[in-house]
C-alpha cells in the first residue's frame, strides 16, 4: 500500500473487483474490450493477475482501478484496464494511480502498456483521443517502443514502465506474447494475436 496526496492503493479482494468491473467497467470501456469477468476470475485464482484499486483518504471512495496480468516467471506485468472513475476525471488522480502503481510494484522488472494506434484510427476524432492517451502515459514515464500488436482486430503500439529493472526493447515482443499465452487458450491464442 502507497499514500501520495491522500490517495492511497490497496489489492482488491475477488468480490469487490468484480463490483468495480462490472459496475464500471461498461462505462469505462467499449463493451467489445471487456472480456468476462469469469475469465478474469479464472486468471486472479491461477495467481497471474492483480486488481488494484486507488481511494480517497478521507472517505475511502474509489477513485481509479488498475487490472493487470502479472507474469511472476518474467516479473512482468501488462496494465489490462486502468480507468479513473468518471466523477473525478480532469483532476490529476490518473497521474497519482500511475505513480502508486509504480511504487506498489517496484518488485517487478516492468510493466506494459497497449494503446491503440492512433496511425489506425478511422476519424480524425478518435486519432486526437488517442493520441492524448498515449501523451498522458509519455508524461507519466511510460515510454513507447518500436514493437506493435494486433488482439483481436485491434491494432496495438506498445509501451512499458520501467519498475525494479530495465526492460530491453527487444524482449517487448516476447513479454506480450507470453502474456497472452497464459491469458488466452491456444487456439484462439493463434487466432487473435499477433505481433506486427
Request: glycine share 6%.
Amino acid at each position: 500500500m502507497s499514500l501520495i496526496q491522500n490517495i492511497y492503493s490497496r489489492p482488491m479482494q475477488l468480490a469487490e473487483a468484480k463490483a468495480v468491473y462490472i459496475g464500471r467497467g461498461h462505462r469505462d470501456f467499449p463493451l467489445n474490450e471487456l472480456k468476462p469477468f469469469s475469465m478474469i476470475e479464472i486468471l486472479i485464482n491461477s495467481g497471474c493477475y492483480e486488481c488494484c484499486g486507488f481511494y480517497q483518504k478521507e472517505d475511502d471512495s474509489l477513485c481509479a482501478y488498475a487490472f493487470m496480468m502479472a507474469d511472476k516467471e518474467t516479473d512482468m506485468l501488462l496494465l489490462d484496464y486502468f480507468a479513473v472513475c468518471e466523477e473525478v476525471r480532469e483532476k490529476g488522480y490518473g497521474s497519482i494511480a500511475l505513480k502508486l502503481l509504480k511504487a506498489d510494484y517496484m518488485n517487478w522488472n516492468g510493466m506494459l502498456f497497449e494503446v491503440e494506434n492512433d496511425e489506425a484510427a478511422e476519424t480524425e476524432e478518435e486519432r486526437l483521443l488517442r493520441q492524448r492517451r498515449i501523451s498522458f502515459y509519455e508524461k507519466n514515464g511510460v515510454v513507447m517502443t518500436k514493437q506493435r500488436s494486433r488482439a483481436f482486430g485491434v491494432d496495438f503500439r506498445l509501451m512499458v514502465m520501467n519498475l525494479g529493472g530495465k526492460t530491453e526493447e527487444n524482449s517487448i515482443g516476447y513479454f506480450i506474447s507470453a502474456m497472452y499465452r497464459k491469458m488466452l487458450p491456444e487456439k484462439i491464442y493463434k487466432e487473435q494475436f499477433a505481433l506486427l
